[in-house]
C-alpha cells in the first residue's frame, strides 16, 4: 500500500497563497488516482480537488474552483495542491488520499483507501 505525507501548510492572510504537497512512498503514485480533502473542527471531511493517473484528468469541489489547481509529477511521486486567494472559509486540515481505481463525478472519502495524517492551513488576518 502507498503511504502519503502531506506538507505545505501553515498561517496565511485571506487572499494569499499556500502549496499543498503530498509525498508518496511505498509503490509508484502513478498507479494511483489521488485527491484532497478537507475538514475543519467537528465539521464532516470533504472532497477539494482530485487528479488521474497521468494527470490529464482534474475534479475541483465548487467552493475552490478558480482558485485550487491540483498538478502531479509522476517522476517525483508527489502531487500539489496550488492554493490561491484563499479565504478563512479555507482553514482546515487539508488530507491527500489515494485509490486505484477511478469513479465518475465526484469522490467520497470511501472511494480512497490510503490517507496521510493531513496538514494544517489557517485562513486569517
Known amino acids: 500500500q502507498v503511504q502519503l505525507v502531506e506538507s505545505g501548510g501553515g498561517l496565511v492572510q485571506p487572499g494569499g497563497s499556500l502549496r499543498l504537497s503530498c509525498a508518496a512512498s511505498?509503490?509508484?503514485?502513478?498507479?494511483?488516482?489521488v485527491g484532497w480533502f478537507r475538514q475543519a473542527p467537528e465539521k464532516e471531511r470533504l472532497f477539494v480537488a482530485s487528479i488521474t493517473w497521468s494527470g490529464t484528468g482534474t475534479l475541483y469541489a465548487d467552493p475552490i474552483k478558480g482558485r485550487f489547481t491540483i498538478s502531479r509529477d509522476n517522476a517525483a511521486n508527489i502531487v500539489y495542491l496550488q492554493m490561491t486567494n484563499q479565504k478563512p472559509e479555507d482553514t482546515a486540515g487539508y488530507y491527500c488520499?489515494?485509490?486505484?481505481?477511478?469513479?465518475?463525478?465526484?469522490?467520497?472519502?470511501?472511494?480512497?483507501?490510503?490517507w496521510g495524517r493531513g496538514t494544517q492551513v489557517t485562513v486569517s488576518s
Open positions: 488520499a489515494a485509490s486505484e481505481s477511478g469513479r465518475k463525478g465526484e469522490p467520497g472519502v470511501t472511494d480512497f483507501n490510503s
Open positions: 511505498g509503490r509508484p503514485l502513478s498507479n494511483y488516482v
